[in-house]
């Protein structure tokens, strides 16, 4: 991927990192808490919260970004009329003006500009967390 470019599922902070984050925590502790036994991102993710793995604040912040970028997603793949591209386009440009109306940052929620921030927010959250749990794990 050419640098600059955002991929919402396999960049940094994506949406595969949320998944890969759950997943790991389902398999490091689902021997013992039988409820993080789902094929269910949500769902275990949950899960984990109940059963004290993460706290409060990790539960949040996970499930926020993990619902905002299927959003993003489904939006991206109206917009761009694929199913595979899930590749952001550049924020000054018409393709993400498009793209911010149909997550309804236009008239009521803001700007495409608050789009982008939401964007790059989300999967800060999910990179730091990803980076806590999965990488640190091995060292």
Known sequence: MAPGVVDVKYSQGGLVDIEYTVQYLQLRHGATVPALR????????QAL???DIISATVYQALHDA???LRQLID?????SGQAHDLV???????AFIFLARRMG???QQ???AQLAHMI??????AAQRYDACCLDAGA
């Open 110 to 112: 803001g700007t495409p």
């Open 66 to 68: 993990y619902t905002f």
């Open 120 to 125: 790059a927010h989300h999967m800060q959250q």
């Open 105 to 107: 940052y236009w008239e």
């Open 38 to 45: 789902t094929p269910h991102t949500l769902a275990a993710l």
């Open 75 to 79: 939006a991206l793949r109206l917009a």
């Open 88 to 94: 952001l386009p550049a924020v000054d440009t018409e």
């Open 49 to 51: 919260y109940y059963a």
